[in-house]
């Protein structure tokens, strides 16, 4: 119940194009949605995040859509460069009392000119 | 602002030697405080968090332990190391229960 299952693994996508990750999650005390960009070697850097009031949230390029009834969260890269070339990772939280973020498993993006 | 420092960056032991790594976070008090560990191509992994000075909880049962001696300071321990243990360790902090902040991390490689 704890898991946070993100798709697809791997995601190619020409330069302009959307990149769309989803991911779905079952505990329903989830309450704050965070995603995630790593570039290799790096440290994950919180991209952006949503919390389950909102269907939508949108910070530039980069907008997160939830499905509060499905249990599913997506984020959408609109016109994709390849500086986006990262892993993306989704993860959620029970948030007061719960200190610990729960990580889907990663999408390698790579956006090709 | 809010600063966070991990080191070392990278460091490569031998099978059996003890680890130390340290994390510090500027510009803030008393954060919470994690331990992560990432292996190669795979997800984040909690290790230990920390809400206060000697207050440590651990997820996962393993050769490694932390410490908080200061309010601000995070320090990762193995007394003797496995080849299991290689991998990115990553430091994070926040305050309050929700965004998580990362540091550099350090790429640790046991031979």
């Known amino acids: 119940q704890q898991q946070v299952k993100q798709s697809p693994q791997s995601l190619i996508v020409q330069k302009g194009g959307i990149s769309i990750i989803n991911c779905a999650y079952e505990n329903t005390a989830f309450d704050y949605f965070p995603w995630y960009q790593q570039f290799p070697g790096k440290g994950p850097a919180l991209l952006i995040a949503i919390r389950p009031d909102v269907s939508e949230k949108k910070e530039g390029r980069f907008t997160i859509s939830f499905n509060k009834s499905a249990k599913q969260f997506s984020l959408h890269i609109m016109d994709s460069q390849p500086g986006d070339s990262a892993t993306y990772f989704c993860?959620?939280?029970?948030?007061?009392?719960?200190?610990?973020?729960?990580f889907g498993k990663g999408t390698k993006l790579s956006v090709i000119p | 602002s809010q600063t966070i420092h991990q080191w070392p960056a990278t460091l490569v032991q031998p099978v059996g030697s003890p680890l130390s790594l340290e994390c510090t976070v500027e510009g803030t008090s008393n954060p919470n405080l994690y331990w992560y560990r990432q292996a190669a191509g795979r997800g984040l992994q909690l290790l230990f968090y920390s809400v206060g000075i000697g207050q440590i909880s651990s997820e996962v049962p393993q050769n490694l332990s932390a410490s908080r001696p200061q309010d601000r300071q995070f320090i990762l321990s193995s007394k003797k190391l496995l080849l299991s243990d290689s991998g990115f360790y990553l430091c994070?902090?926040?305050?309050?229960?929700?965004?998580?902040?990362f540091g550099p991390g350090t790429r640790l490689t046991v031979t």
């Open positions: 994070a902090w926040n305050e309050g229960f929700y965004e998580q902040y």
């Open positions: 993860a959620a939280t029970a948030g007061a009392g719960s200190y610990q973020l729960t």
